[in-house]
């Protein structure tokens, strides 16, 4: 089955600063790989994913992720982090056709941004 | 192009009764998927529809049910409430079944007393 890991449920980083939230999943193969951003009271917004290919994937919002297989993980990136980044954040796997649309989440990062 | 709908936004029921939640995917996806999401358990996948069948079902009771309409939109129904049952649910419609790239609806928060 399918599982993923965020290590870190808060991480606070001062604005201008850089960020780092990992990901781990555990999967067979290589799955598709997804990160999400949620702000309070609001659905999923979809920052970036991969699929194949190029193991670097850049997103919106100045967000990138870098998928390495040797390493089951799938960190998301920005260089420097604006107030308004303030969220939380879920890394999620999809297993390729096999189960469909189906989605399966961490349990999320919760961002803080300091001024 | 209208993102993803879902009514009603907010619902408060009581324990014992039952619910059903709708949502509209974007204009041209066939895909409808559903996850609960609740401070305890996260972000859960309940089931998905396609072409009006359920092609995946996650780890629920039975008292979680759906459908699909032929214009794709989807309703989730929730027998006998519990208060467990108190989350966000969120509708997430994709193009097509091989395109797993999901958007997600506002979500509907459901509270039960």
């Known amino acids: 089955a399918q599982s993923v890991t965020q290590p870190d449920i808060h991480i606070t980083v001062s604005e201008g600063a850089s960020l780092e939230l990992r990901c781990n999943y555990s999967?067979?193969?290589?799955?598709?790989l997804f990160w999400y951003v949620q702000s309070p009271g609001q659905g999923l917004q979809l920052l970036l994913k991969?699929?194949?290919?190029?193991?670097l994937v850049q997103g919106i919002k100045g967000f990138e992720a870098e998928f390495k297989r040797s390493q089951s993980s799938f960190n998301l990136r920005k260089p420097s982090v604006h107030w308004s980044d303030a969220a939380e954040y879920f890394c999620?796997?999809?297993?390729?056709?096999?189960?469909?649309?189906?989605?399966?989440f961490g349990a999320g990062t919760i961002l803080r941004v300091k001024s | 192009k209208a993102g993803v709908t879902q009514t009603p936004r907010y619902l408060i029921k009581t324990r014992g009764q039952q619910v059903t939640l709708s949502c509209s995917p974007i204009?041209?996806?066939?895909?409808v998927s559903w996850y609960q999401q609740t401070p305890g358990q996260g972000l859960q996948f309940l089931f998905e529809?396609?072409?009006?069948?359920?092609?995946n079902k996650g780890n629920f009771p039975g008292r979680f049910s759906g459908r699909q309409f032929s214009n794709s939109r989807s309703e989730m129904n929730v027998s006998t409430l519990e208060l467990g049952d108190s989350a966000l649910y969120l509708c997430?419609?994709?193009?097509?079944?091989?395109?797993?790239?999901?958007?997600f609806g506002p979500g509907t928060r459901l509270t039960v007393l």
């Open positions: 999967y067979g193969a290589t799955p598709y």
């Open positions: 529809y396609f072409s009006e069948t359920q092609r």
């Open positions: 204009s041209g996806h066939r895909s």
């Open positions: 997430a419609s994709s193009l097509d079944r091989g395109d797993n790239e999901q958007f």
């Open positions: 999620a796997v999809a297993a390729p056709m096999e189960y469909g649309n189906k989605l399966v």
């Open positions: 991969y699929f194949s290919g190029d193991t």
